[in-house]
Every structure is written in structure tokens, then in C-alpha cells.
């Protein structure tokens, strides 16, 4: 009896150790970028906190406060998006720091980059059709509610002089616009390796139907927004 739960108990852990050593592959394959991926960066194959969070509480209590009859009508995050301008420092001919911000954005977002082009040339700023100009990020599913576990929890109360975010960042079609002025706010970059601050847009996609459904959306996930802001119709 004890040998067959001791084999039990030793497949077990061979299952969990190749969990392990499938996502450190995959996590390095998705990197692409040269970096080591530690431990902790590795995606775990359970569901994001705040994926289980927004079912259990937020969805009820939306449903309650605009009367939705069905569960499918309730908003929801659909994406993240984390974009970077480095159309200056192209155009100055440093690609050093596309490179350098590049790296830094795949450790933020855990996952890489994808790298923009201009599509037409402008004369003025010097831009040619088809240079880099920028990095973009889109994070779905569990990473986009990690990621958003993450900024909350960590990055923002990092923010300096930090007031709250303001309730007026959002469109017509329920989607909230705000930005970092520089990437050392996120604990996974290593200051000590930051050559140039560098900020970033973060666009947050929503089904809400107007900006008061996905303020409320956004709420329930613990977005502090300022309570002495007025907001805008």
C-alpha cells in the first residue's frame, strides 16, 4: 500500500515538473529577446486572480447596478494594449534605446513586442515610410489579467506624487486611455539597467456600451480612480 502511494506521489511530481520545464520553454520561446526568464516569470497554467474576481464579484454586481438580463451583456475586459513612441530617438539614429526599450517592454508585459512602422514619410519630423517608430504590446487572457494584477497591485502606488486616475480617460465606445511617464515604476525592470526613461500608453479595451459601464468594469478590478475629479458627459 505505501509503495503505490509513494508512485503516486512520484508521478505526481513528474507531472508538475514537466508543467514546469513546458511553460520555462515556452515563456523563453516567447521572449525571443536574450534575456533569462526566471521562475517567477513563468505562466502557470491556473487562472489569473483577477480572471476570478471579475466572476465571482464584479459580474453580479454589474449586473445588479444596470439590471443585465443576460450574463453575456455584462462588460468585460477583452484586451490591454502597452505602447511606446521612439520616433525621436530613430530619427536621431539611436537605435540603442529601440533595442534597450524593447527588452525593458517584454520583461514589463512578458511577452514581445511587436515593433511599428511608419506608413508614410513626413518631411517635417524627418520620418521615412516604413521606419521603426515605436513598440506595441496586446495582451489577451490570462497575461492581460496578470499584467493588470500586477499594475495595480504594484506599479501605480509606485507612481510619484501619485492622485489618483483620472475618470475622464475614456471614449465613447467604453475603452480608457492613460499613460506612465517612465518604465521604472514597474518593480520587474531593474533600475540600475535604465539608460533613458522611457514612457508608455496603455489602452484598455472594454465591452462597456459607454464610459460610466466600463468606469464601473474597471472598479470592480480596484482601479483607483480620484473621487474629487468631475466627470465629464
Known amino acids: ?22 511553460a520555462k520553454a515556452k515563456a523563453s ?32 454586481e454589474l449586473q445588479q447596478q444596470f439590471g443585465y438580463k443576460n450574463l453575456l451583456a455584462t462588460p468585460r475586459l477583452t484586451k490591454i494594449v502597452i505602447s511606446m513612441g521612439l520616433g525621436k530617438a530613430m530619427v536621431a539614429g539611436e537605435k540603442a534605446k529601440m533595442d534597450s526599450a524593447e527588452r525593458e517592454l517584454a520583461v514589463i508585459a512578458a511577452q514581445r513586442p511587436v515593433r511599428c512602422k511608419a506608413k508614410k514619410s513626413v518631411a517635417n519630423f524627418k520620418v521615412r515610410e ?43 465606445q467604453g475603452n480608457y486611455n492613460f499613460g506612465f511617464t517612465e518604465q521604472s515604476v514597474f518593480p520587474e525592470v531593474n533600475a540600475a539597467d ?24 474597471l472598479k470592480g478590478f480596484g482601479f483607483p480612480f480620484k473621487t474629487d475629479e468631475k466627470i465629464k458627459e
Not at 1 to 22: C, N
Not at 29 to 58: C, M, N, P, Q, W
Not at 138 to 145: D, E, H, Q
Not at 202 to 211: E, Y
Open 194 to 217: 535604465i539608460n533613458t526613461q522611457q514612457g508608455m500608453n496603455i489602452t484598455m479595451v472594454t465591452t462597456g456600451r459607454n464610459a460610466n459601464e466600463a468606469r464601473e468594469l
Open 130 to 172: 516604413g521606419m521603426e517608430t515605436g513598440l506595441k504590446v496586446t495582451l489577451r487572457g490570462t497575461r492581460m489579467y496578470e499584467f493588470l494584477d500586477r499594475m495595480i497591485s504594484l506599479a501605480i502606488p509606485r507612481v510619484k506624487d501619485f492622485r489618483g486616475m483620472s475618470n475622464n480617460g475614456f471614449d465613447r
Open 29 to 60: 520561446k516567447a521572449s525571443g529577446l536574450g534575456y533569462k526568464v526566471s521562475e517567477a516569470d513563468i505562466r502557470t497554467v491556473s487562472e489569473a486572480r483577477l480572471a476570478t474576481v471579475y466572476k465571482a464579484k464584479i459580474v453580479p
Open 1 to 22: 500500500m505505501a509503495e503505490a502511494k509513494d508512485k503516486d506521489k512520484a508521478a505526481a511530481q513528474a507531472r508538475e515538473k514537466g508543467k514546469a520545464t513546458q
